[in-house]
């Protein structure tokens, strides 16, 4: 005689229906705080479903008893993550000049100075690296840490109209909005170390944008371009290595704006020219 098939039939069905429910909740920050409600729910509808006999169907009850128990534990481990994992702090302040960081080489070296906070500072060359005087073209402008050489950073000649090079890059680059026009830059990059052996990443540690005349920023566009910034090695001390950087700027504003460059997360800032 085959066991009766009815309401019971379901609590397997649901078990299962619930595991899945809770294994969405705990992947998602803060939602992971209440995964465990439907893990629960799942956990218990599959025991009672294993232990029915009323039931035909065990492997729902079992896979509700297992996402269940998988989601429970994940939520937890989400759930810690989410509230007391560390936020990082972006942007620093345009014209600060030093700055404090914490951070460690992305090589890793276990001499004491990984473990020492970065302190940043930009010297001053032929210029200041503020808005109202930032560094000329083709200067090499030298950044240290707790006075020691850095890093050597070097902007080349600003191409105001790259859009024949963003096309010819790839033909699925999209054309610039009218009224602005593709701005392509190389930066040249010299990492001189730390006191280690480590390397460092300058796509990690520098952030360039558009400074507008009116206290605005332009962040890089995402067109694919040759020889691209983010696409650059570690570098090991006295490596250097250029990339180039494309942006999309409204057309009569290039001459009136700077290239703004964050080095460090929270750690120092300058100005240089565009041309």
Do not use: C
Not at 85 to 99: C, E, I, Q, S
Not at 103 to 128: K, L, M
Not at 263 to 271: I, L, Q, Y
């Amino acid at each position: 005689m085959a066991p009766a098939v009815g309401s019971r039939e379901t609590v397997g069905l649901l078990a299962l229906i619930f595991g899945l429910v809770a294994i969405v909740l705990a992947v998602i920050p803060f939602a992971a705080l209440i995964a465990w409600l439907p893990a629960f729910v799942a956990i218990g509808l599959g025991i009672a479903a294993l232990a029915s006999k009323s039931v035909a169907r065990k492997g729902r009850g079992l896979a509700g008893i297992i996402l269940g128990t998988v989601a429970f534990l994940f939520a937890i481990f989400v759930s810690v993550a989410s509230l007391f994992w560390p936020t990082m702090p972006f942007g620093p302040t345009a014209g600060d000049t030093t700055a404090e960081l914490h951070d460690e080489p992305a090589g890793g070296a276990d001499d004491g100075a990984a473990d020492r906070p970065s302190q940043f500072e930009v010297i001053a060359g032929t210029a200041t690296g503020d808005p109202d005087d930032p560094f000329a073209v083709g200067e090499a402008i030298e950044v240290t840490n707790h006075g020691e050489p850095y890093y050597s950073i070097t902007f080349g000649a600003t191409n105001p109209d790259a859009a024949d090079v963003v096309s010819s890059e790839n033909p699925y680059n999209e054309l610039a909005p009218e009224g602005s026009s593709y701005v392509l830059v190389p930066l040249t990059v010299q990492y001189h170390g730390d006191g280690s052996d480590a390397t460092r990443s300058p796509v990690y540690d520098l952030r360039v944008s558009f400074a507008t005349g009116d206290g605005g920023t332009i962040s890089e566009d995402y067109a694919l371009i040759p020889d691209p910034f983010f696409m650059l090695p570690e570098l090991q001390p006295g490596e250097s290595a250029t990339g180039n950087l494309v942006f999309v700027i409204p057309d009569g504003t290039l001459d009136a704006g700077t290239w703004l460059v964050d080095v460090g997360w929270d750690g120092v800032s300058f100005h240089a020219a565009v041309r």
